[in-house]
């Protein structure tokens, strides 16, 4: 029995196409800049979101290190999400390595922050604070696509306080297909960007900051400190440009995909939640259901984590038939409760 990973869009295992272009990938040392294929990426990855240069990653977590760590310095700070990846579930890297202190600000229901706390926390220029440098927002934020509106309105303030933005644009290409709109259309309101190849683009490995030459070169010295300088890299960019040229406009399915499930799960009458965006989705479930339910998907193939809110992620290798799979054990498991 096929096993249906619902956990999250990094779970997706390269396709035999996307395998066939890695063994095939020219390569070279890319911490000499030798690595052909990394170039072409990163050329790549800098054009389609507008800016000058960018930098390839072994990860969304160090590539948003890197870009806090070159914007800021020792002593300054950053506003951001409380929900953020960059604040929340990056291991306070930040503050560790960085040295950069987070003014996280509570998130509202549509994902942003809003701008008037925004503005308040922005610290005056006197030795008791810190010195705020950079708004980092986030796009998409747990499967919600930010308003265009506000990214405009918040990078126009930026510009008025000196500040840099920095998107977290791990499903950037998420937002861009929902949105309709393009990615250098999004990123034209920030000063850099990383964006996820792991996620729903299907790479096995790997992540894309993008900014400006003065803030790339900043984002290598540090990528280099922080052991993510790789050799090699080609066959894991190969991926990635294979991902950007095949695995963008299919994001469109995962997120109908998205939409049917939460429509069955939401006429279950013991589960409750928003319809999705995108791709993600959070279900409140009875806490008696919890361990009953996990049991229940477990023994039908179905790998999920269940909770009060249990995330739920289509991707890449989740079909439209191993969907009904997913709403027949759902509507099975709530049948025999309904009865009992
Ligand atoms: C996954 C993710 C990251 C980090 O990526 P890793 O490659 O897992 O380190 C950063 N931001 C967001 C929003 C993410 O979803």
Redo the contacts with the bound molecule.
Sequence with gaps: MKKIDLRSD?VTRPTAAMRAVMAAAEVGDDVFGDDPTVNALQEKMADLVGMEAALFMP????S?LCALMAHCARGDEYIVGQNA??YK??GGGAAVLGSIQPQPIENIEDGTIPIAKIKAAVKPDDSHFAITKLIAL?NT?GGMVIPERYMAEVSRFAKEASLGMHL?G??LYNAVVKSRRSAKEICAYFDSV?V?L??GLGAPVG?VLCGSNTLIRRAKRHRKMLGGGMRQAGILAAAGIYALDHHVERLAQDHENATKLATALANIGALSLQMPQTNIMFVDVPVGDIAALQAHLNARGIVAIVGARTRIVTHLDVTVQDLDRVIDAFASFYRVRGSA
């Excluded at 990860?59 to 160090?62: D, E, L, N, P, V």
Aim: hydrophobic letters at 10%; a negative charge.
């Design positions: 990094t990860s969304g977590t160090q948003n990846h960059t579930y990056e986030e934020i977290d791990a499903r990383s996820c792991s996620k992540s």
